[in-house]
């Protein structure tokens, strides 16, 4: 089935140690986006792909990068994870323009100790 | 800044009776879309609306856009344990894209 995935679905990492978050998709999509979500919070876009293009919103810290080195994978990097960084990450596609229907992996759930 | 807020935050129901979610933007919305999201999942998409007044139905939901395209809501007819989650609205302004603050279904059995 074609889907979107999220490697790895717990990830533990210190304070300050950079990490690494992994998406990829079967769907073939040309957008990929990340987003934020917080416990009892909305899902807050920090960035996307369009194509290779990237776009990223105004008030992403830079502490957050992201790598797309084709269609199928996409990289969340987060340079110097801080508490305040603890949440849960996810990965989404759509297909034609930006903003499109969007289809959601499981997500990452990230713990900085 | 832009913000998307819906109403209520929380709602409980009685299974069989019926539920609404409002949604709101300070600015004028390209398109409104709707998600779920079921405890410890990821949003799903349901619908989107493009189109000023437009009015949509899958099965027991409906889902309005406003006239204005400022805001747009949800109607379920008679819940279910299963139609249990967050269900978010979001919307495109320009560049960006907003979730709404989300209300939480909660229905008992």
């Known amino acids: 089935d074609a889907m979107v995935i999220q490697n790895p679905r717990y990830q533990v990492t210190q304070f300050g140690k950079p990490v690494t978050l992994s998406c990829s998709q079967t769907l073939n999509h040309n957008v990929m986006y990340w987003y934020q979500q917080k416990s009892s919070q909305a899902p807050k876009l920090l960035f996307h792909?369009?194509?290779?293009?990237?776009?990223n919103e105004a008030d992403t810290p830079d502490n957050f990068q992201s790598r797309r080195p084709n269609t199928s994978f996409c990289f969340l990097d987060i340079r110097s994870p801080g508490l305040g960084d603890a949440a849960m990450y996810l990965c989404a596609t759509s297909r034609g323009g930006t903003y499109n229907e969007q289809f959601f992996g499981p997500g990452t759930r990230l713990t900085v100790l | 800044g832009q913000q998307v807020m819906q109403i209520p935050q929380y709602q409980h129901v009685q299974e069989g009776e019926d539920f609404t979610t409002y949604c709101n933007s300070s600015t004028t919305l390209s398109n409104i879309q709707w998600y779920k999201q079921r405890p410890g999942g990821h949003p799903v998409f349901l619908i989107q609306l493009v189109k000023s007044g437009e009015v949509k139905k899958q099965k027991r939901l409906t889902f309005q856009f406003g006239e204005a395209k400022k805001n747009s809501s949800l109607h379920i007819t008679a819940t279910q344990t299963t139609d249990v989650g967050t269900y978010f609205c979001a919307g495109r302004t320009g560049n960006q894209f907003y979730f709404g603050t989300g209300t939480s279904l909660t229905v008992i059995p």
């Open positions: 792909y369009y194509d290779k293009d990237f776009n």
